[in-house]
C-alpha cells in the first residue's frame, strides 16, 4: 500500500538557522498539506498545496515558512530561521480529491535549541 | 473558525469492554468527518470517514462512528476491544466552506489491559 514518507525522522538545529523538512506524498495524490504538533497540543494545520501554490494557510504560517515541490515528487517545508517554539512534530499529508481521506506521513520530529 | 472537542483525554479499559470516544465540533455547515488512529511509535492512520449517506459508518478493525447533526457529534465506537487497540485517536473535521484543512480534537489515549 502506497504511503507517505517523511526525513529526517528527527532534526536537531539550533535557533535562527534554516530547516528543510522533506515529504514524499502518495504518486496519485494532487492535495499536500503540513501539520504540526507541539508537545501535549493539538494537530495544527499549517498549509495546504495544489497545483503549484498554496491554496490556504493558518495564521502560524507566516513569512518564516514556506512550502515547494521541486520535483514531480518531493515536497518540502522550509523554516528560514528557527525560534525555540517551533519545536514540534511535523507531519506531511496529502490526498486524492479535495476534502477527501489525507494520509499522513510518520513526521519529524523538529527541536530546535 | 471550526473547533473540535474530545472529552476524554485518557480512556483504561479491560479486554472485551466496550468503548465510546466522544467527539463534538462548533461549526454546523457541511463537515466531512473523521477518525484516525495512532498505535505507539506508527503515524496517524485513517479508521473511518463520513462524508454523506448512512450517518452510521464502519471503519477498520470492528470500529464504528455515528454522525449526529443535531448535536454536532461523531462519536466512535467498538463494541468489545482488545489490548491491540491501545493507541491514541483523533477526530478530524473538514469544513466543507473552509477548503481542504483538517481541524483536529486534541486526541484520547486509550489504553487497554489484557
Known amino acids: 500500500e502506497p504511503e507517505v514518507t517523511q526525513t529526517p525522522s528527527h532534526q536537531v538545529t539550533q535557533m535562527g538557522q534554516e530547516v528543510i523538512l522533506r515529504c514524499v506524498p502518495i504518486?496519485?495524490?494532487?492535495?499536500f498539506y503540513w501539520y504540526r504538533q507541539i508537545l501535549g497540543q493539538k494537530v495544527e494545520f499549517l498549509v495546504s498545496f495544489y497545483n503549484n501554490e498554496i491554496s490556504e494557510k493558518s495564521e502560524i504560517f507566516d513569512d518564516q515558512f514556506s512550502v515547494e515541490r521541486p520535483d514531480g515528487s518531493n515536497f518540502t517545508l522550509k523554516i528560514r530561521s528557527t525560534k525555540l517554539e517551533d519545536s514540534a512534530m511535523y507531519f506531511c499529508?496529502?490526498?486524492?480529491?479535495?476534502?477527501?481521506?489525507?494520509?499522513f506521513g510518520p513526521g519529524t520530529r523538529l527541536t530546535v535549541t | 473558525a471550526q473547533s473540535v472537542s474530545q472529552h476524554n483525554h485518557h480512556v483504561i479499559l479491560s479486554e472485551a469492554a466496550s468503548l465510546e470516544l466522544g467527539c463534538n465540533y462548533s461549526?454546523?455547515?457541511?463537515?466531512?468527518l473523521f477518525w484516525y488512529v495512532q498505535y505507539p511509535g506508527q503515524h496517524l492512520q485513517l479508521l473511518l470517514k463520513?462524508?454523506?449517506?448512512?450517518?452510521l459508518v464502519k471503519g477498520i478493525k470492528g470500529f464504528e462512528a455515528e454522525f449526529i447533526k443535531s448535536k454536532f457529534s461523531f462519536n466512535l465506537r467498538k463494541p468489545s476491544v482488545q489490548w491491540s487497540d491501545t493507541a491514541e485517536y483523533f477526530c478530524?473535521?473538514?469544513?466543507?466552506?473552509?477548503?481542504?484543512?483538517?481541524?483536529f480534537g486534541g486526541g484520547t489515549r486509550l489504553m487497554v489491559k489484557p
Open positions: 463520513y462524508f454523506s449517506g448512512d450517518p
Open positions: 478530524a473535521v473538514n469544513d466543507n466552506n473552509a477548503g481542504n484543512m483538517l481541524t
Open positions: 499529508a496529502s490526498s486524492r480529491v479535495v476534502g477527501g481521506e489525507q494520509y
Open positions: 504518486s496519485n495524490h494532487l492535495y
Open positions: 461549526y454546523g455547515g457541511t463537515v466531512n
